[in-house]
């Protein structure tokens, strides 16, 4: 495997205007525009030295709803990595573009907690595609390291829609929904206000305007913003070492009022967000612990 190593995250706006140029008819046949292969291709993006900034890290924890402390959400090194994702995605020889690609599952493993005074080197690379009921999948696989320890892991599995395999269909089991613990309503700029801090600008999530073209009549919630309201809900009791993996089930269009469930026992905590009036699914989730590495 070719390893590319990056002095800085790439920036993300020219990397989403060229992620959608493959909508485009014709335009994967230009060089640069990503379509041309038949698989993920085969390299490692490595940011060898990333710093936190405090004054962005703290956007991020006031919109998510995080307590102001030393420590890191894990959700927020996702952020971090979220560049390289998309710098990979954006490859000539990637098989298709980043835009109209669904998020559909996303574990992270926190091996103990990180401090915004610590230096991390984080690097990401592609699985290779493997088919879904309704197309093609693939997982974005991101590690971080504090000197040589890994302390943090995340696995983004994104959905290509098109011909799949009926066959793989899952069959979601019918549990009760854990006991609901808050009511969130999400006003119609959650979208920007989270792009604002996390980088993430894709169209879905912006404007009703700019979603409509990719198949939404209205804008969008982030998914990675839910799973980290539902962590910044759990801040309390998560330990200093988990796994923590969600479920995107349907989107929360902008504005909503949804509810947040949760429910403890001793094998870890799991957590749903639903529609408040119809129940909607949105997002279902679990915690459990991991053994701790140490500094």
């Not at 190593?5 to 205007?17: D, F, N, Q, T, V």
């Not at 490595?46 to 995080?66: H, I, W």
């Not at 980043?98 to 103990?112: W, Y």
């Not at 959905?159 to 613990?181: A, N, T």
Request: hydrophobic share 40%.
């Amino acid at each position: 495997m070719a390893t590319r190593e990056l002095s800085g995250p790439p920036s993300i706006l020219p990397l989403y205007a060229k992620a959608a140029l493959p909508m485009i008819p014709g335009a994967s046949l230009l060089p640069f525009v990503p379509g041309s292969g038949k698989d993920v291709p085969e390299l490692e993006l490595v940011m060898p030295e990333v710093t936190f900034d405090a004054k962005s890290l703290a956007a991020y924890n006031r919109v998510c709803g995080f307590t102001l402390r030393d420590a890191v959400p894990s959700t927020y090194i996702h952020v971090l990595a979220f560049p390289l994702h998309m710098a990979l995605m954006g490859e000539p020889n990637f098989p298709f573009g980043a835009v109209g690609l669904v998020h559909v599952n996303n574990t992270i493993t926190q091996h103990r907690p990180v401090s915004m005074s610590e230096t991390l080197s984080i690097k990401v690379t592609a699985s290779k595609l493997r088919p879904h009921a309704k197309g093609k999948q693939f997982d974005m696989v991101a590690q971080a390291k504090a000197g040589r320890t890994i302390v943090w892991e995340g696995v983004s599995t994104y959905l290509r829609l098109g011909k799949g395999d009926p066959s793989l269909k899952v069959q979601h089991e019918k549990v009760e929904d854990p006991p609901v613990s808050a009511t969130w309503r999400l006003e119609g700029g959650l979208g920007r206000r989270y792009a604002g801090a996390s980088g993430d600008r894709n169209p879905i999530h912006l404007y009703d305007l700019t979603a409509k073209p990719l198949g939404f009549n209205k804008a969008i919630i982030h998914g990675m913003w839910t799973k980290a309201r539902c962590l910044a809900a759990l801040e309390s009791v998560l330990p200093d070492a988990y796994k923590v993996d969600v479920q995107f089930r349907k989107p929360i269009p902008l504005p909503s009022k949804v509810t947040f469930g949760e429910e403890i026992s001793k094998d870890g905590i799991r957590f749903a967000v639903r529609n408040a009036r119809k129940g909607t699914p949105h997002l279902d989730g679990t915690v459990v612990q991991v053994a701790a590495k140490k500094r």
